[in-house]
């Protein structure tokens, strides 16, 4: 996966997500709790290995996400 931001607000972590979709990326928003705030995060993605993930970063910073950092599953 490629993180493009986290959010305070549903209906800005919405806004990225359609972006991207118009794009042409596959994006995604989940829902995350920290402490008492719930955040959302937006990803694209996903991909099945960290090559194709780094791929997929540089398309997305070279589309003006200059953010976008790859994640690692633990």
Same mark, same amino acid.
């Given at each position: 996966?490629?993180?493009? *931001?986290? #959010?305070?607000? @549903? *209906? ?5 997500a ?6 042409? #990326? @596959? ?7 920290? *402490? ?11 991909v ?14 070279a589309? *003006? @996400? ?9």
């Open positions: 996966m490629v993180q493009l *931001g986290v #959010f305070g607000e @549903h *209906g800005n972590a919405d806004r990225l359609q972006q991207l979709k118009g794009q042409g #990326f @596959h994006a995604l928003v989940s829902g995350i709790s920290s *402490g008492k705030r719930s955040l959302w995060r937006v990803r694209a993605g996903p099945a290995q960290r090559s194709a993930a780094e791929q997929l970063r540089a398309r997305l910073r589309a *003006g @996400h200059t953010g976008a950092m790859t994640i690692v599953p633990k």
